[in-house]
């Protein structure tokens, strides 16, 4: 993990809505599940649980929720792009 023989490190990483230990590789700090959610236009905590049928809500780990953000479509670019090609049809 991380080049130049760089050990990855954990920092603290406090916010109003979340506080969790953060991984920091070469100086750069990796993304929270939130904050992938936020950047891709969905609702906090949009993928913390899946819903099984007899347990009901279960908690995800974080690296299923940034598998989920990594296959998902970031809302405002569709927005935006249905937008101008509404904008450029009714022209």
């Excluded at 590789?25 to 609702?43: A, H, K, N, S, Y």
């Excluded at 690296?63 to 990594?70: C, E, I, P, V």
């Amino acid at each position: 993990m991380g080049g130049g023989g760089v050990t990855p490190t954990l920092n603290s990483f406090d916010n109003v809505t979340e506080s969790r230990a953060t991984v920091v590789i070469d100086g750069v700090r990796r993304l929270t599940p939130m904050e992938c959610e936020r950047l891709q236009g969905f609702p906090d905590d949009w993928t913390s649980h899946r819903v099984d049928k007899k347990k009901g809500l279960i908690p995800q780990a974080d690296s299923s929720r940034y598998k989920q953000m990594g296959n998902a479509v970031a809302i405002p670019c569709v927005q935006w792009i249905v937008d101008r090609l509404v904008k450029y049809e009714n022209f």
